[in-house]
T-cell receptor, first 110, second 116 residues
């Protein structure tokens, strides 16, 4: 079993919809939780960064961490075609050794 | 905006040949990472450098892969000999303790390797 599980999708939504992405994990030592966005043929770029449990909001993006359930989520409100990408969750027991999920491919239809 | 540079962007080689990838991290970033990302999977760490020293190479297949960062700045990842299963995207990332959040990893565009 992988340390980090992420449904690869693909996920297709109409423009303006809420996109909901999630990951589960098995390592209770994970304290740092991140979401990266990766466009086709590009490297991942950091979207959201959360330490320990709780919610964090940044514009249209909201990240949630529930350590008791070992479950993290990313919500994208008012989705745009430019949000079409692969979204990778990543987590770490410290702040440098990352374990990534497989990524969920999202398409926002205009 | 400072970026991580990688070259080449694409590499096609035949199995048993040697290949090398180059990475130039963001200026001032002491930590450099090499990842391998197989299509449809997340990146997996191959090796991590702190300045010129290897911090973690536990997942690096040392019989065929080698990595160096001689002056603590740019880095080279080599595969010799290449095998069909090495076809993947090779990503370089760098980070700084002074970053916010600390040690945020910034990724380069990657090198797409195809082994025939």
């Amino acid at each position: 079993q992988k340390e980090v599980e992420q449904d690869p999708g693909p996920l297709s939504v109409p423009e303006g919809a809420i996109v909901s992405l999630n990951c589960t994990y098995s390592n209770s030592a994970f304290q740092y939780f991140m979401w990266y966005r990766q466009y086709s043929r590009k490297g991942p770029e950091l979207l959201m960064y959360t330490y320990s449990s709780g919610n964090k909001e940044d514009g249209r993006f909201t990240a949630q961490v529930d350590k008791s359930s070992k479950y993290i989520s990313l919500f994208i409100r008012d989705s745009q075609p430019s949000d079409s990408a692969t979204y990778l969750c990543a987590m770490s027991p410290n702040d440098y050794k990352l374990s990534f999920g497989a990524g969920t491919t999202v398409t926002v239809r205009a | 905006e400072a970026e991580v540079a990688q070259s080449p962007r694409y590499k096609i080689t035949e199995k048993s040949q040697a290949v090398a990838f180059w990475c130039d991290p963001i200026s001032g970033h002491a930590t450099l990472y090499w990842y391998r990302q197989i299509l449809g999977q997340g990146p997996e760490l191959l090796v991590q450098f702190q300045d010129e020293s290897v911090v973690d190479d536990s997942q690096l297949p040392k019989d065929r892969f080698s990595a160096e960062r001689l002056k603590g700045v740019d880095s080279t990842l080599k595969i010799q000999p290449a095998e069909l299963g090495d076809s993947a995207m090779y990503l370089c990332a760098s980070s700084s303790l002074a970053g916010a959040p600390r040690n945020t990893q910034y990724f380069g565009p990657g090198t797409r390797l195809t082994v025939l």
